[in-house]
């Protein structure tokens, strides 16, 4: 087994590795920039590296200084979590070359699944469905004879990318310059090169991801599948497991194809395989299924998975890594009642989901019968404006669907988070909303329904609401016998309250 591990991430994926390691007892060293200092992680490791200045690019990102941090403090291994340098293969090989233990997929695994053109090249020759495409687009004009080819509406994809970045949907010929355009400069900022391809758009699909998970002995299964179509411009804000569009026929099939594609490749540690999956109109549990790409890592929402089969997927990654054969079979996995994640962003959603980061004055996670809670959140710290969005990962595990859409929503009453605004309450829109609950949900849902919008109107209609509430009591004091005084104090002890056009900061509060 592995005696110390150095977790190359943050926040609440950098908890979840270093919990896994306390469990096997291993050790595990943490990292931080100069924002994250004193963040939850960094108290919970044996001990903690500072490796730089706020920006990514200047602490997370340095591959060398990370390895260096593990020589440094005695660790035989790198856990690279979730984004950051979790598929980067070259990454990958300097660990190794540092003679460390790298915790995730071979290399060559990562090389052959991480570019999404040479992905759908390898799902085509293992028999798994693919969306009609183009190989890597040279120029515009490339990209104009393809897009011909193929038949509008396209997607334009960053091909070393992913999280929705380089992503275009062009919907008629005179658009495709422009787009392509756009889309190589940003894969360029974002991966390093410029490279994008396209595919057939599919209409309103629905986007369902199937874990597999492999060790070095030829041992690979597949642990059921994961439906995230509740996005926003192509990022998950919730999943769950099972998906209830699937039969256990479809569940098998596409659990069978996902684990032909990982063998083909020589994957092993854990993955996931990203499908869109467009349903036979007015038919139930029939559609086919495109291959849509591998993450070569762990998923952010792996814990649903681990709601439903009761599996570790972080311990196995580390026992896997240690060169333990995989203990599970095929026959192992069985699905038990229904799994939710709901992403808790500091994000306003009645403000168009602008971030908000900012201190943490009040945390109390929910708890309960079937509640889980994965964050980094701790009283005092400060949630930095230089990362991703998200501060928490509120799960919920029932019997049923409904009755797990109902746990959600008595936990995300009881959840209180209190220093900046988060998108809670587009969760309790959202698990309240009739057709989420009966699961007619494609990709397209949220705009579809507009529930920030509906959120935004709400919010503003509350805030007139006690703006006009404070005027009337403030004239109700000015009119009555003696009340001018009590008016007065009002107005100089809450003078923000009782000012027409309170300030946005404190409207968000909830102050009226």
């Given at each position: 087994?592995?005696?110390?591990?150095l977790?190359?991430?943050?926040?609440?994926?950098?908890?979840?590795?270093?919990?896994?390691?306390?469990?096997?007892?291993?050790?595990?060293?943490?990292?931080?920039?100069?924002?994250?200092?004193?963040g939850?992680?960094?108290?919970?490791?044996?001990?903690a590296?500072?490796?730089?200045?706020?920006?990514?690019?200047?602490?997370y990102l340095?591959?060398?200084?990370?390895i260096?941090?593990?020589?440094?403090t005695?660790?035989?291994?790198?856990?690279?979590?979730?984004?950051?340098?979790?598929?980067?293969?070259d990454?990958?090989?300097?660990?190794?070359?540092?003679?460390?233990?790298?915790?995730?997929?071979p290399?060559s695994a990562?090389?052959?699944?991480?570019?999404?053109?040479?992905?759908?090249?390898?799902?085509?020759?293992?028999?798994v469905?693919?969306?009609?495409?183009?190989?890597?687009?040279?120029?515009?004009?490339?990209?104009?004879?393809?897009?011909?080819?193929v038949?509008?509406?396209?997607?334009?994809?960053?091909a070393?990318?992913?999280?929705?970045?380089?992503?275009?949907?062009?919907?008629?010929?005179?658009?495709?310059?422009?787009?392509?355009?756009?889309?190589?400069?940003?894969?360029?900022?974002?991966?390093?090169?410029?490279?994008?391809?396209?595919?057939?758009?599919i209409?309103?699909?629905?986007?369902?991801e199937?874990?597999?998970?492999?060790?070095?002995?030829?041992?690979?299964?597949?642990?059921g599948?994961?439906?995230?179509?509740i996005?926003?411009?192509?990022?998950?804000l919730?999943?769950?497991?099972?998906?209830p569009?699937?039969?256990?026929?479809?569940?098998?099939d596409?659990?069978?194809?996902?684990?032909?594609?990982?063998?083909?490749?020589?994957?092993?540690?854990?993955?996931?395989?990203?499908?869109?999956?467009?349903?036979?109109?007015?038919?139930?549990?029939?559609?086919?299924f495109?291959?849509?790409e591998?993450?070569?890592?762990?998923?952010?929402?792996?814990?649903?998975?681990?709601l439903?089969?009761?599996?570790?997927?972080?311990?196995?990654?580390?026992?896997?890594?240690?060169g333990?054969?995989?203990?599970?079979?095929?026959s192992?996995?069985?699905?038990?009642?229904?799994?939710?994640?709901?992403?808790?962003?500091a994000?306003?959603?009645?403000?168009?989901?602008?971030?908000?980061?900012?201190?943490?004055?009040?945390?109390?996670?929910?708890?309960?019968?079937?509640?889980?809670?994965?964050?980094?959140?701790?009283?005092?710290?400060t949630?930095?404006?230089?990362?991703?969005?998200?501060?928490a990962?509120?799960?919920v595990?029932?019997g049923t669907?409904e009755a797990?859409?109902?746990?959600?929503?008595?936990?995300?009453?009881?959840?209180?988070?209190e220093?900046?605004?988060?998108n809670?309450?587009?969760?309790?829109?959202?698990?309240?909303?009739?057709?989420?609950?009966?699961?007619?949900?494609?990709?397209?849902?949220?705009e579809?329904?507009?529930?920030?919008g509906r959120?935004?109107?709400?919010?503003?209609?509350?805030?007139?609401?006690?703006?006009?509430g404070?005027?009337?009591?403030?004239?109700?004091?000015?009119a009555?016998?003696?009340?001018?005084?009590a008016?007065?104090?009002?107005?100089?002890t809450?003078?923000?309250?009782?000012?027409?056009?309170?300030?946005?900061?404190w409207?968000?509060?909830?102050?009226?």
């Amino acid at each position: 087994m592995l005696k110390r591990v150095l977790v190359a991430n943050r926040s609440e994926i950098a908890v979840r590795v270093i919990r896994a390691c306390r469990e096997l007892g291993i050790g595990a060293v943490a990292v931080h920039s100069d924002a994250d200092a004193g963040g939850l992680w960094t108290r919970m490791a044996d001990q903690a590296v500072n490796i730089g200045p706020a920006p990514s690019r200047e602490s997370y990102l340095i591959g060398d200084r990370i390895i260096q941090a593990a020589l440094a403090t005695g660790c035989d291994a790198i856990h690279p979590g979730y984004g950051f340098l979790s598929e980067r293969a070259d990454f990958a090989r300097a660990v190794q070359k540092a003679g460390l233990v790298w915790i995730g997929p071979p290399p060559s695994a990562m090389d052959r699944m991480g570019d999404k053109t040479r992905a759908r090249a390898e799902a085509a020759a293992a028999g798994v469905p693919t969306a009609p495409g183009s190989p890597t687009l040279r120029d515009a004009a490339h990209a104009a004879s393809e897009a011909e080819r193929v038949g509008y509406p396209v997607m334009l994809k960053a091909a070393a990318g992913g999280g929705g970045i380089g992503m275009r949907i062009v919907r008629k010929a005179a658009d495709l310059a422009g787009e392509f355009a756009s889309a190589t400069a940003q894969a360029k900022s974002a991966f390093g090169v410029p490279d994008v391809f396209l595919e057939k758009f599919i209409e309103k699909p629905r986007h369902i991801e199937v874990q597999v998970l492999g060790d070095a002995h030829g041992n690979l299964i597949h642990l059921g599948e994961r439906e995230c179509s509740i996005q926003r411009r192509h990022q998950k804000l919730v999943e769950e497991a099972p998906s209830p569009a699937l039969s256990p026929a479809q569940r098998a099939d596409i659990g069978a194809k996902a684990v032909a594609l990982a063998k083909r490749v020589g994957y092993q540690n854990a993955g996931t395989m990203e499908f869109l999956y467009q349903a036979s109109p007015g038919q139930k549990n029939e559609g086919q299924f495109f291959f849509n790409e591998m993450n070569t890592r762990l998923q952010v929402e792996h814990p649903v998975t681990e709601l439903v089969t009761g599996v570790d997927l972080v311990q196995w990654q580390l026992r896997i890594a240690a060169g333990e054969t995989l203990a599970l079979q095929q026959s192992d996995i069985v699905l038990r009642g229904h799994a939710f994640e709901a992403r808790i962003n500091a994000e306003d959603p009645a403000r168009g989901f602008a971030p908000c980061p900012g201190p943490v004055r009040r945390w109390r996670a929910p708890s309960g019968p079937g509640v889980r809670v994965d964050s980094g959140l701790v009283e005092g710290w400060t949630v930095p404006s230089h990362y991703d969005s998200m501060v928490a990962k509120l799960l919920v595990h029932a019997g049923t669907r409904e009755a797990a859409c109902d746990r959600m929503l008595r936990a995300l009453r009881e959840l209180e988070l209190e220093g900046f605004a988060t998108n809670v309450p587009f969760h309790q829109a959202l698990f309240a909303h009739p057709e989420f609950r009966a699961s007619r949900i494609s990709t397209g849902f949220l705009e579809e329904q507009d529930i920030a919008g509906r959120i935004a109107k709400d919010v503003e209609a509350r805030r007139k609401a006690g703006r006009a509430g404070v005027a009337a009591l403030v004239s109700a004091l000015d009119a009555a016998p003696g009340g001018g005084l009590a008016g007065q104090h009002l107005r100089s002890t809450f003078p923000k309250v009782v000012a027409a056009g309170a300030s946005r900061s404190w409207a968000r509060e909830g102050d009226t």
